[in-house]
């Protein structure tokens, strides 16, 4: 299919903006769905209408946060562990047999494992790559074979500012962002005339079950927060705003781009 007269190709109709904004009718699958920042964009994408797959491993987590949405359109909540390809492409055709469509992908599921890079173990640096950086490219793959035939497609890769700051212990994560920096210019580039577009979020530090440890170092928390420009850490509902506006036809026209989000942390050293 060539790209010119597709349907995404139109212009932007007129509307007003809350109609920009909003995602009735959008089918939007998150994966890490059950809680910290993916159950936040879940919550947000549900307030603005859309119907939702919610993906995460552990499925007594992920009900409880599924039961907890506001019930404004449909949701399939699955259990799936996105580093399993067989598991991936069951959960994808059911997903699709449900609701003909995918939208909207969000990775978002991601691990955290480090060490110095000295004694940094093999089967930490393969457990994050595989999951932040591998997993992301071939279901973003696989997603993207359907909404190469929707003729729309928007993909939403959940980065982070280790990806841009060379942060001591942080050699398989840091390195695993970076890839998903680039991955998100790649396709962006590689899929754009199929009307898919991919753009990232890159948070910095926010208070989720992934950075508790750090939290618990009390005298590093207030030190590092006195260092932030907005003086503050981020809270998973700090992301909603940047994530509707992202699976939303109101940033129909940008591709490629990762957006940092952390009160201008990474502004300063
Ligand atoms: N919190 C931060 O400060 C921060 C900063 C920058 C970037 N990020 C990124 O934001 C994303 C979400 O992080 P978070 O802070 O919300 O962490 P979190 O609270 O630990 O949540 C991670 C989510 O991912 C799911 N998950 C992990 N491995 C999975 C797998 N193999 N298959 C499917 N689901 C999986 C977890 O559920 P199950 O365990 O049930 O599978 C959980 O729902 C991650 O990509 C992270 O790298 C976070």
Redesign the pocket.
Known sequence: MGARNLPHDARPSAGSARDAFSLRGRVILV?????????AMARAFARAGADLIL????GR??KRTAAALPRTADLLAQV????RPAAVRAALARAARRFGRIDVLVN?????DGDEALRLARRAWDRVLE??LA?VFFLSQAVARRMRRQGYGKIIN?????GILALPHSAA?GTA?AGLWHLTRILAVEWGPHGIRVTGI??????????RDLFEDRRWARKRQAEIPLRRF?E?EDLEGLAVFLASGASDHITGQTFVIDGGASLTV
């Open positions: 994966t890490g769905a059950s809680r910290g920042l993916g159950a993906w995460a491993r552990d987590r992920l799936v562990d996105v580093t978002n599921a991601g691990v955290w999951t932040d997993s959940i980065a982070s500012t280790s994560y962002k890159a948070p910095g530090v926010f208070r989720t079950n992934m950075t981020g998973p």
